[in-house]
Nanobody, 114 residues
């Protein structure tokens, strides 16, 4: 059974930065894509960023130019660098890995507030 563990969340002021990490407990085979999602209170979960097995990257319009997704295959880890954070970025951030199965992490809270 693969486990995904997110870390790096916290409280940051508007304009600040955070780097989220999502580490898999073991190597995952047949990866289609690795994704970051977020869910704000009272809202549906939304896809924030995707990196496919071929290296293609997509971002939600709301984070383009501010967030960067990357991966380190040797460490079985995907990252989300978040810059110029806004209060509306406040949410629980989840990573997931899509293969023929889909794996989810437990989430990490990001709060952007002064």
């Amino acid at each position: 059974q693969v486990q995904l563990v997110e870390s790096g969340g916290g409280l940051v002021q508007p304009g600040g930065s955070l780097r989220l990490s999502c580490a898999a407990s073991r190597t995952i085979f047949s990866i289609i894509a690795m994704n970051w999602h977020r869910q704000a209170p009272g809202k549906e979960r939304e896809l924030v960023a995707t990196i496919t097995s071929g290296g293609t990257i997509h971002y939600a319009d709301s984070v383009k130019g501010r967030f960067t997704i990357s991966r380190d295959n040797a460490k079985n880890t995907v990252y989300l660098q978040m810059n110029s954070l806004k209060p509306e970025d406040t949410a629980v951030y989840y990573c997931n890995v899509a293969t023929p199965r889909v794996y989810w992490g437990q989430g990490t809270q990001v709060t952007v507030s002064s």
